[in-house]
């Protein structure tokens, strides 16, 4: 986008996309002082935004809620292990490795070595603007889009990964693919050539966690619940950056470090033990 485009309400709607992915104040503070400082070299050399710019942080969003209860994270585990639908395979790769909703849409049967165990990230498929509609005086055509679905790799070097799979993952993705014999192009979610795109996935995953009795969660909730539980466990917290594609340990912290009210009253518990 150029800076002649650049709004408060672009600012806005980039911020609350943050806010919805799960992002902690913290960091979207930090985007916008990035931001902010990107504008300020921008004037520097005689390049203005649309109109003056504000980069007050919005209140967080309410009822966004990312964590999903240990409970029902069970519960859709085993709803997952014994279902034979190629969605819900999807699903458990996510759950079982914290991957990006648009990376899980991009996995082809290709980029797993079953063998290795390994599952390689090496594309993701994303809804962006339609730079062409937006450049077109109103109004816009009515079978056109604003937006438009872009396959492609991962936007940073660090989310090119390749991620180690848990040994009942391998089994289940074994057995899968003895039984229908995928080709390398299908993807994982549909068993075909033809991709599912992010919003789709969160349609259907909301299906599922009413048919499994489940209060509504975001689809990054697999990907939030994966990492808490990581943390949780006390395992190694690069290890788990580097899984999550994040390019440093710092954001990975500071986006999945979250007390449960569970983990609180342990703690509330314990505080005056010796005493």
Excluded at 70 to 80: A, M
Aim: charged content about 30%; proline content about 4%; overall charge positive.
């Amino acid at each position: 986008m150029s800076a002649g485009k650049l709004t408060n309400r672009v600012i806005l709607e980039f911020v609350r996309k943050k806010q919805r992915q799960g992002l902690s104040a913290g960091t979207v503070r930090l985007l916008l002082f990035l931001l902010k400082r990107i504008v300020q070299a921008g004037k520097e050399r005689g390049i203005w935004p649309a109109e003056e710019l504000s980069f007050r942080q919005p209140r967080q969003l309410s009822g966004g809620k990312n964590i999903m209860e240990w409970e029902d994270f069970h519960k859709i585990l085993s709803y997952l292990l014994h279902s034979r639908r190629s969605f819900d395979l999807g699903l458990l790769i996510s759950l079982s490795t914290g991957i990006r909703v648009g990376e899980l849409c991009g996995i082809k049967w290709g980029d797993i070595d079953l063998k290795a165990g390994i599952l390689r990230v090496r594309r993701t498929v994303s809804r962006i603007r339609n730079v062409d509609i937006e450049e077109q005086q109103k109004p816009f055509p009515a079978k056109q889009s604003r937006t438009i679905i872009q396959i492609g790799p991962p936007k940073t070097e660090t989310s090119v990964r390749d991620i180690p799979l848990p040994q009942f993952l391998v089994e289940r993705l074994r057995e899968r693919q003895e039984e229908r014999r995928f080709s390398s192009q299908a993807y994982v979610l549909t068993g075909r050539a033809q991709f599912m795109e992010p919003r789709g996935v969160q349609r259907r995953f909301k299906n599922l966690l009413k048919k499994c009795g489940i209060e509504p969660v975001n689809i990054h909730s697999l990907r939030h619940s994966f990492a808490s539980k990581w943390i949780e466990n006390g395992f190694d917290s690069k290890a788990l950056s580097e899984i999550l594609g994040h390019s440093s340990v710092k954001i990975t912290m500071d986006i999945y470090v979250h007390s449960s009210m569970r983990q609180k009253k342990s703690y509330m518990d314990r505080v005056l033990d010796g005493l």
